[in-house]
């Protein structure tokens, strides 16, 4: 139980690109899910929470304009880079939870900006 | 002061034996705990989450936690080349909701044969 789908799970993409990344609680209901960041060697950074229904809460550092979450439900979340520039290539991860569950994590994004 | 620390390793363990990984953490209203395995390039998977100091085991796996230290464990016995990752310890302050965890940055296992 507790699976979380991820995808894409790779984006190789021309700068000034808008990339969509889709997470998905495939066997339970995910009141949050969170987005996290993670550049090579380093630990996971959290970006945003997103609550089902309601606008993310932003982490500090966070341009909420060029991370556009959406979770439109208890199923879904999708997280959007406008605009991707070379210094946005990152693994990204999504994260989903029930009440308070632990969090469960997808497989990952690893995306790329030429 | 970091507010989930570990040591970075890597810690390098024989086969066979029992690996100990350590995290502190800060905030004394810290509810839940949680050990994270994740591989190089992958993304992190649950191990053990513990919320009641003591132990906890889950079959080669024992997580420790101690509040009133503020330190929580992960030991892995018969170690194998297998459980080569890195480890993070998360903590997470309840507040009715789902709430976020604090990552510690991960201490490298190496399992060596």
């Known amino acids: 139980g507790a699976v979380v789908s991820q995808h894409p799970s790779r984006v190789i993409c021309k700068s000034g690109t808008s990339v969509k990344i889709e997470c998905r609680s495939l066997?339970?209901?995910?009141?949050?899910m969170f987005w996290y960041r993670q550049f090579p060697k380093q630990s996971l950074m959290l970006m945003a929470t997103s609550n089902e229904g309601s606008k993310a809460t932003y982490e500090q550092g966070v341009e909420k304009d060029k991370f556009l979450i959406n979770h439109a439900s208890l199923t879904l979340s999708t997280l959007t880079v406008t605009s991707a520039h070379p210094e946005d290539s990152s693994f990204y991860i999504c994260?989903?939870?029930?009440?308070?569950?632990?969090?469960?994590f997808g497989d990952g994004t690893r995306l790329s900006i030429l | 002061q970091k507010e989930v620390e570990q040591n970075s390793g890597p810690l390098s363990v024989p086969e066979g034996a029992i690996a100990s990984l350590n995290c502190t953490y800060s905030d004394r209203g810290s509810q839940s705990f949680f050990w994270y395995r994740q591989y190089s390039g992958k993304s992190p998977e649950l191990i053990m989450f513990?919320?009641?100091?003591g132990d906890k085991e889950d079959g080669r796996f024992t997580a420790q936690l101690n509040k009133a230290s503020q330190y929580v464990s992960l030991l892995i016995r018969d170690s194998q080349p297998s459980d080569s990752a890195t480890y993070l310890c998360?903590?997470?302050?309840?507040?009715?909701?789902?709430?976020?965890?604090?990552f510690g940055t991960g201490t490298r296992l190496q399992v060596t044969l």
């Open positions: 994260s989903a939870s029930q009440r308070n569950q632990p969090q469960h």
């Open positions: 066997d339970f209901q995910a009141t949050t």
């Open positions: 513990i919320y009641s100091n």
């Open positions: 998360a903590v997470r302050v309840n507040t009715g909701t789902a709430s976020k965890l604090t």
